[in-house]
């Protein structure tokens, strides 16, 4: 998933400059993910419960690499968004699919491994970032894109058989006759909402720093094709070192506090290291990019724990299939991903750059203080319940 999800993201100036898109249009192509997104977590959320994570992750696998295919492929803007679309409504489809797979699988080991589950992603989002950053004098986007789609099918296929089949992945809930769907309002989902605003926070922090990373630095700090993609090279490395290390931690010192001290901290320090580079890029352009990538560093170590909680604790709702309660929280989540780089899109056509990434820093924080409910529904410890 971080391979396929993220392989275009090295070469998004390149993409952008192709169709000569402003910060504002390419925004709006931005959103069609976020559309996509929303609409396969909505969707699979209610396919997982009634035929289980196995089969709807059989489907979405193959959906995934093709919405790839057709961005690589894409020679007018509408295709590119055709591709984004497709490539969000897969990647949605397969991530509540997992997730249902990897509440399970925790409560079968007896451990916490939901975070670095997620870690895995950041490994793949990290190795294809430097990978397309490496090869971007070599090989064209298109030549690109098409390489990591293919790869990626042949690695999809085999790999989904050893999911959790229907008879053990609870698909259909602990009692196996829960609902398999949630009112959209009322008492019993308010739970659901903190949470999806929590994990809202995160993404939309992700997404802004993966999209619109290497334009920071190529259009605003001068820095060349390449050296652009060190940015979200630099999150992403951050992201696998605090989710590889997340589980241990949450059981150290409890998710509330973990998720809460590690986000407000990289958001002070994101937005303080973007607006510093900015203003000192043109004097000191080495220095500028040293500081930039220590903030993206610290913003991706402070994220990387929030999505996996916040996804744990959907899935242990009482009352609430795995399933349903991921798929809720990553309607609304997934969607923010993709949709939050196109409002930091418009607000940059408005002002500048550096200046709209302080709304996804914003929401990073808003992100930390929906975390008390991880406190409200017990899940501030490591305790599993079984």
Not at 133 to 152: D, K
Request: overall charge neutral; charged content about 10%; hydrophobic content about 55%.
């Amino acid at each position: 998933m971080g391979i396929v999800s993220m392989a275009w993201v090295p070469r998004i100036p390149e993409i952008k400059r192709s169709f000569d898109l402003s910060d504002g249009f390419f925004g709006i192509v931005l959103i069609c993910s976020g559309v996509g997104a929303a609409l396969g977590a909505q969707v699979s959320g209610g396919l997982v419960h009634r035929y289980g994570s196995k089969n709807v992750t059989r489907i979405a696998q193959v959906f995934m690499p093709l919405g790839l295919v057709v961005v690589a492929l894409a020679h007018l803007p509408a295709l590119l968004m055709a591709g984004l679309f497709l490539l969000g409504f897969a990647y949605a489809s397969i991530d509540v699919s997992v997730n249902s797979q990897a509440v399970v699988v925790e409560k079968l080991l007896g451990r916490r491994l939901m975070v670095s589950f997620h870690g895995a992603w950041s490994i793949g989002a990290f190795s294809i970032t430097v990978f397309g950053g490496a090869i971007s004098n070599l090989l064209t986007p298109r030549e690109n894109l098409l390489l990591v789609a293919i790869v990626a099918l042949a690695i999809y296929i085999p790999s989904t058989e050893r999911l959790l089949g229907p008879n053990r992945d609870e698909h259909l809930g602990v009692a196996g006759d829960e609902p398999h769907s949630i009112p959209v309002f009322g008492k019993a989902v308010v739970p659901i909402w903190f949470m999806a605003l929590g994990a809202l926070g995160a993404l939309i922090g992700e997404g802004s720093a993966s999209d619109w990373g290497g334009i920071l630095l190529e259009d605003h700090l001068g820095v060349s094709k390449g050296v652009s993609a060190s940015a979200f090279a630099s999150f992403a490395l951050a992201m696998i070192i605090s989710r590889f290390v997340g589980d241990h931690l949450f059981r150290k010192f409890g998710m509330y506090q973990v998720v809460t001290t590690l986000a407000l901290a990289s958001s002070i320090i994101w937005i303080s290291s973007i607006l510093i580079s900015w203003q000192i890029a043109e004097s000191n352009r080495t220095f500028a990019l040293i500081l930039v990538n220590l903030g993206f560093f610290v913003a991706g170590f402070g994220i990387g724990p929030m999505f996996p909680a916040f996804m744990l604790a959907a899935g242990t709702t009482p009352g609430i299939p795995a399933s349903v309660g991921i798929g809720r929280v990553a309607f609304l989540a997934i969607a923010g991903y993709f949709i939050g780089p196109t409002i930091t899109g418009l607000i940059s056509e408005a002002t500048t750059l550096p200046l709209a990434m302080i709304y996804p820093v914003a929401m990073l924080a808003l992100g930390a203080l929906m975390a008390r409910q991880l406190l409200r529904l017990g899940l501030a410890d490591a305790k599993i319940s079984s």
